[in-house]
């Protein structure tokens, strides 16, 4: 990053909050902000876990608690506990609720026509694009990547998910137990470690790296969510796990991959590696892949 992309991002940030009104008490000309706004919105028809607003929205505990006190204050929110643990509690709209929420929603769409009416077709088109492409990056933004223990709930959440739609995706059906998948402790360092991607709290993805001794680093259950694609995070599992192996004194990062996962294969072609002959057993791999790593120049690798 250089001063001129800060300063690029912080005009961005401006030109934003004045032309959507964030600047005022009175959000859409209703008699709350729009942090009150927003969460009348993200509660919805349903009903939301209290911990779960909080982690979505990433706000802090004491002012999302004022917010909804400020909300069941004027009959619009319940906050209950939840029978079988009343230590989380939940959420949900009045009927009164639904109605500000209804009028909010018709007057945030009268705000998006006014942004786009000032446009001739093409700079309509132009700024939908753009803001598509921004809403993409922030979101790829909020992801954060961390080492997990395999067995974690989370680990195994990612797992349960990508194991069913390899069975769903291979011509042969899937199983785990056919498959020369690693157990758990290959997956654990020194011998290996395992990542879990997350947004908004939530387990979108994982990755694992065996790190055998005498031989090279290896990509194993590399999966992502299908509803996060698209935003960059294959690529930077790969990024990441190729760091860890060159920290690890690896020059030599390989996977195997299924014909079915075209994207995949697309995938690792791009980002370097190249298809070499076979060098496991594993039944459901059509295509194996090796990719020569040299040693980090800096420090750890990111998260």
């Given at each position: 990053m250089d001063a001129g992309q800060i300063e690029q991002v912080r005009r961005f940030n401006r030109t934003v909050t004045e032309r959507v009104g964030v600047l005022h008490d009175r959000y859409l000309g209703r008699d709350r902000p729009i942090g009150e706004a927003r969460l009348l919105w993200e509660i919805g028809e349903q009903g939301q876990d209290v911990r779960g607003?909080?982690?979505r929205l990433g706000l802090d505990s004491g002012y999302v608690s004022r917010l909804l006190r400020s909300l069941e204050s004027d009959g619009l929110v319940t906050v209950e506990p939840q029978p079988q643990d009343r230590r989380v509690r939940t959420v949900r709209l009045t009927d009164a609720g639904r109605a500000e929420r209804a009028v909010l929603d018709r007057r945030s769409d009268e705000l998006a026509g006014s942004l786009l009416d000032p446009l001739n077709t093409a700079q309509r088109a132009r700024l939908v694009e753009a803001m598509a492409a921004v809403d993409r990056l922030l979101?790829?933004?909020?992801v954060m990547v961390d080492a997990v223990d395999p067995d974690s709930p989370d680990a195994k959440d990612c797992l349960r998910a990508y194991f069913t739609e390899l069975q769903?995706?291979?011509d042969t059906g899937f199983d785990p137990a056919l498959s020369l998948l690693p157990d758990a402790g290959e997956l654990r360092p020194p011998h290996g470690l395992f990542l879990v991607a997350r947004m908004h709290g939530e387990p979108i993805g994982c990755a694992g790296l065996k790190l055998p001794a005498g031989a090279p680093a290896e990509i194993k259950r590399m999966w992502v969510a299908p509803a996060a694609r698209g935003l960059g995070l294959g690529r930077r599992f790969l990024a990441e796990l190729e760091a860890r192996a060159a920290e690890h004194g690896r020059d030599v990062l390989r996977l195997d991959t299924n014909k079915?996962?075209?994207?995949?294969?697309?995938?690792?072609?791009s980002c370097g590696f190249e298809e070499v002959p076979a060098f496991n057993d594993e039944p459901y791999a059509h295509h194996w892949f090796e990719k020569h790593i040299s040693?980090?120049?800096?420090g750890p690798s990111s998260q």
């Open positions: 607003l909080r982690e979101t790829a933004a909020t769903e995706r291979f079915a996962l075209s994207a995949a294969i697309g995938l690792y072609h040693e980090p120049i800096t």
